[in-house]
T-cell receptor, first 112, second 114 residues
Protein backbone atom coordinates (compact mmCIF):
# COMPACT_ATOMS: atom_id res chain seq x y z
CA UNK A 1 0.00 0.00 0.00
CA UNK A 2 1.24 3.48 -0.83
CA UNK A 3 -0.75 5.11 2.02
CA UNK A 4 -1.17 8.86 1.54
CA UNK A 5 0.64 10.28 -1.49
CA UNK A 6 1.24 13.98 -1.93
CA UNK A 7 2.56 15.65 -5.06
CA UNK A 8 4.62 17.66 -5.66
CA UNK A 9 7.12 17.48 -2.80
CA UNK A 10 8.50 20.94 -3.50
CA UNK A 11 7.04 23.91 -5.35
CA UNK A 12 7.96 27.54 -5.91
CA UNK A 13 5.22 29.90 -7.04
CA UNK A 14 5.11 33.55 -7.93
CA UNK A 15 2.63 35.78 -6.17
CA UNK A 16 -0.73 35.61 -7.90
CA UNK A 17 -0.21 32.23 -9.52
CA UNK A 18 -2.61 29.40 -8.90
CA UNK A 19 -1.85 25.75 -8.40
CA UNK A 20 -3.25 22.49 -7.09
CA UNK A 21 -1.61 20.30 -4.47
CA UNK A 22 -2.54 16.69 -5.06
CA UNK A 23 -3.39 14.15 -2.39
CA UNK A 24 -4.39 10.53 -2.93
CA UNK A 25 -4.93 7.64 -0.54
CA UNK A 26 -5.40 3.98 -1.31
CA UNK A 27 -6.80 2.83 2.04
CA UNK A 28 -10.47 3.54 1.29
CA UNK A 29 -10.54 6.08 4.12
CA UNK A 30 -13.65 8.19 4.54
CA UNK A 31 -11.91 11.14 6.22
CA UNK A 32 -9.35 13.36 4.54
CA UNK A 33 -7.82 16.65 5.67
CA UNK A 34 -5.36 19.33 4.67
CA UNK A 35 -3.07 21.06 7.17
CA UNK A 36 -0.42 23.70 6.94
CA UNK A 37 2.58 23.70 9.27
CA UNK A 38 4.38 26.88 10.20
CA UNK A 39 7.12 27.29 12.83
CA UNK A 40 5.72 27.75 16.32
CA UNK A 41 2.12 27.33 15.18
CA UNK A 42 1.75 23.59 14.98
CA UNK A 43 -0.52 22.18 12.31
CA UNK A 44 -3.53 24.21 11.40
CA UNK A 45 -6.53 22.64 9.69
CA UNK A 46 -7.36 24.19 6.31
CA UNK A 47 -10.21 22.03 5.01
CA UNK A 48 -11.48 18.56 5.73
CA UNK A 49 -13.87 16.01 4.25
CA UNK A 50 -15.88 13.21 5.83
CA UNK A 51 -16.71 11.55 2.53
CA UNK A 52 -17.00 12.01 -1.21
CA UNK A 53 -18.97 15.13 -2.01
CA UNK A 54 -18.73 16.50 1.56
CA UNK A 55 -16.19 19.15 2.59
CA UNK A 56 -15.99 21.68 5.39
CA UNK A 57 -13.78 24.54 6.46
CA UNK A 58 -11.14 24.22 9.11
CA UNK A 59 -9.28 26.89 11.08
CA UNK A 60 -7.57 28.70 8.18
CA UNK A 61 -9.59 28.19 4.96
CA UNK A 62 -9.16 31.58 3.30
CA UNK A 63 -7.32 31.44 -0.01
CA UNK A 64 -7.82 27.72 -0.45
CA UNK A 65 -10.46 25.59 -2.17
CA UNK A 66 -11.08 21.85 -2.01
CA UNK A 67 -13.36 19.30 -3.58
CA UNK A 68 -13.87 15.57 -3.01
CA UNK A 69 -15.29 13.92 -6.08
CA UNK A 70 -13.89 10.48 -5.21
CA UNK A 71 -13.00 8.69 -1.99
CA UNK A 72 -9.34 8.48 -3.02
CA UNK A 73 -8.51 12.07 -3.99
CA UNK A 74 -8.64 15.36 -2.11
CA UNK A 75 -6.86 18.15 -4.04
CA UNK A 76 -6.11 21.53 -2.47
CA UNK A 77 -6.29 24.56 -4.76
CA UNK A 78 -4.52 27.85 -4.15
CA UNK A 79 -6.50 30.43 -6.05
CA UNK A 80 -4.02 33.31 -6.07
CA UNK A 81 -0.84 32.52 -4.19
CA UNK A 82 0.44 34.97 -1.59
CA UNK A 83 3.75 34.99 0.34
CA UNK A 84 1.73 34.27 3.51
CA UNK A 85 0.92 30.87 2.02
CA UNK A 86 4.56 29.83 2.14
CA UNK A 87 4.39 26.75 4.33
CA UNK A 88 4.62 22.99 4.50
CA UNK A 89 1.32 21.36 3.59
CA UNK A 90 0.26 17.96 4.86
CA UNK A 91 -2.59 15.80 3.67
CA UNK A 92 -3.98 13.11 5.96
CA UNK A 93 -6.64 10.41 5.88
CA UNK A 94 -8.45 8.22 8.40
CA UNK A 95 -11.13 5.58 8.50
CA UNK A 96 -14.41 6.54 10.11
CA UNK A 97 -14.06 4.16 13.01
CA UNK A 98 -10.37 4.65 13.77
CA UNK A 99 -9.99 8.36 14.44
CA UNK A 100 -6.25 8.27 13.93
CA UNK A 101 -5.01 10.04 10.84
CA UNK A 102 -2.29 8.76 8.53
CA UNK A 103 -0.19 11.59 7.13
CA UNK A 104 1.51 12.11 3.81
CA UNK A 105 5.13 13.24 3.59
CA UNK A 106 4.24 16.85 2.87
CA UNK A 107 4.61 19.52 0.17
CA UNK A 108 7.00 22.39 0.82
CA UNK A 109 5.58 25.46 -0.91
CA UNK A 110 7.39 28.77 -1.33
CA UNK A 111 5.60 31.81 -2.71
CA UNK A 112 7.89 34.60 -3.92
CA UNK B 1 -15.49 23.72 19.35
CA UNK B 2 -12.33 22.03 20.54
CA UNK B 3 -8.85 23.34 21.23
CA UNK B 4 -5.51 22.09 22.53
CA UNK B 5 -2.80 23.79 24.54
CA UNK B 6 0.67 22.31 24.88
CA UNK B 7 2.64 23.77 27.77
CA UNK B 8 6.23 24.46 26.80
CA UNK B 9 7.40 24.85 23.23
CA UNK B 10 10.79 23.35 24.12
CA UNK B 11 11.60 20.65 26.67
CA UNK B 12 15.10 19.40 27.34
CA UNK B 13 15.92 16.25 29.32
CA UNK B 14 18.99 14.15 29.93
CA UNK B 15 19.25 10.68 28.48
CA UNK B 16 17.67 8.24 30.93
CA UNK B 17 15.51 10.90 32.60
CA UNK B 18 11.73 11.04 32.71
CA UNK B 19 10.01 12.65 29.75
CA UNK B 20 6.85 14.65 30.53
CA UNK B 21 5.11 16.62 27.79
CA UNK B 22 1.99 18.47 28.85
CA UNK B 23 -1.28 18.78 26.96
CA UNK B 24 -4.57 20.32 28.02
CA UNK B 25 -7.69 20.32 25.91
CA UNK B 26 -10.99 22.09 25.72
CA UNK B 27 -14.14 20.50 24.31
CA UNK B 28 -17.87 20.62 24.92
CA UNK B 29 -18.38 16.90 24.34
CA UNK B 30 -16.29 13.81 25.08
CA UNK B 31 -12.99 14.15 23.24
CA UNK B 32 -10.79 11.76 21.37
CA UNK B 33 -7.14 12.56 22.11
CA UNK B 34 -3.94 11.82 20.23
CA UNK B 35 -0.21 12.27 20.41
CA UNK B 36 1.84 12.43 17.22
CA UNK B 37 5.61 12.61 16.74
CA UNK B 38 7.44 14.33 13.90
CA UNK B 39 11.10 13.70 13.16
CA UNK B 40 13.00 16.33 11.17
CA UNK B 41 11.83 16.72 7.58
CA UNK B 42 9.29 13.94 7.93
CA UNK B 43 5.54 13.58 8.24
CA UNK B 44 3.67 12.83 11.44
CA UNK B 45 3.47 9.43 13.08
CA UNK B 46 0.78 8.40 15.53
CA UNK B 47 2.21 7.60 18.97
CA UNK B 48 -0.98 6.76 20.81
CA UNK B 49 -4.67 7.60 21.08
CA UNK B 50 -7.49 7.68 23.58
CA UNK B 51 -11.06 7.21 22.41
CA UNK B 52 -12.99 5.36 25.11
CA UNK B 53 -12.30 2.84 27.87
CA UNK B 54 -9.06 2.67 29.83
CA UNK B 55 -7.75 6.13 30.58
CA UNK B 56 -4.09 5.08 30.62
CA UNK B 57 -3.03 4.32 27.06
CA UNK B 58 0.25 2.89 25.91
CA UNK B 59 1.83 3.70 22.60
CA UNK B 60 4.87 2.98 20.55
CA UNK B 61 8.48 3.50 21.64
CA UNK B 62 7.63 3.18 25.36
CA UNK B 63 5.40 6.27 25.55
CA UNK B 64 2.15 6.42 27.45
CA UNK B 65 -0.48 9.02 28.28
CA UNK B 66 -3.29 9.30 30.79
CA UNK B 67 -6.65 10.92 30.08
CA UNK B 68 -7.77 12.93 33.12
CA UNK B 69 -11.22 14.34 32.54
CA UNK B 70 -11.26 16.34 35.79
CA UNK B 71 -8.05 18.11 34.78
CA UNK B 72 -8.84 18.20 31.02
CA UNK B 73 -5.35 16.84 30.46
CA UNK B 74 -3.63 14.21 28.36
CA UNK B 75 0.06 14.40 29.30
CA UNK B 76 2.61 12.24 27.52
CA UNK B 77 5.27 10.41 29.53
CA UNK B 78 8.18 8.05 29.06
CA UNK B 79 10.13 6.72 32.05
CA UNK B 80 13.57 6.90 30.45
CA UNK B 81 14.52 9.18 27.56
CA UNK B 82 16.62 7.93 24.68
CA UNK B 83 18.58 10.04 22.24
CA UNK B 84 16.31 8.81 19.45
CA UNK B 85 13.31 10.42 21.18
CA UNK B 86 14.49 13.87 20.11
CA UNK B 87 11.70 15.17 17.87
CA UNK B 88 8.65 17.42 17.87
CA UNK B 89 5.54 16.13 19.59
CA UNK B 90 1.99 17.22 18.88
CA UNK B 91 -1.14 16.71 20.93
CA UNK B 92 -4.44 16.69 19.02
CA UNK B 93 -8.14 16.46 19.78
CA UNK B 94 -11.25 15.51 17.88
CA UNK B 95 -14.82 15.20 19.05
CA UNK B 96 -16.67 11.88 19.07
CA UNK B 97 -19.34 13.33 16.80
CA UNK B 98 -16.87 15.13 14.51
CA UNK B 99 -14.33 12.44 13.88
CA UNK B 100 -13.13 14.06 10.69
CA UNK B 101 -12.01 17.27 12.36
CA UNK B 102 -8.68 16.90 14.16
CA UNK B 103 -7.23 19.99 15.85
CA UNK B 104 -3.56 20.17 16.87
CA UNK B 105 -1.66 21.97 19.57
CA UNK B 106 1.36 24.14 18.82
CA UNK B 107 3.85 21.35 19.39
CA UNK B 108 6.66 20.70 21.87
CA UNK B 109 10.22 20.15 20.70
CA UNK B 110 11.97 17.57 22.82
CA UNK B 111 15.76 17.66 23.10
CA UNK B 112 17.67 14.83 24.75
CA UNK B 113 21.13 15.56 26.18
CA UNK B 114 23.75 12.82 26.45
Amino acid sequence: NAGVTQTPKFQVLKTGQSMTLQCAQDMNHEYMSWYRQDPGMGLRLIHYSVGAGITDQGEVPNGYNVSRSTTEDFPLRLLSAAPSQTSVYFCASASQGYYGYTFGSGTRLTVV
Amino acid sequence: AQSVTQLGSHVSVSEGALVLLRCNYSSSVPPYLFWYVQYPNQGLQLLLKYTTGATLVKGINGFEAEFKKSETSFHLTKPSAHMSDAAEYFCAVSLYNQGGKLIFGQGTELSVKP
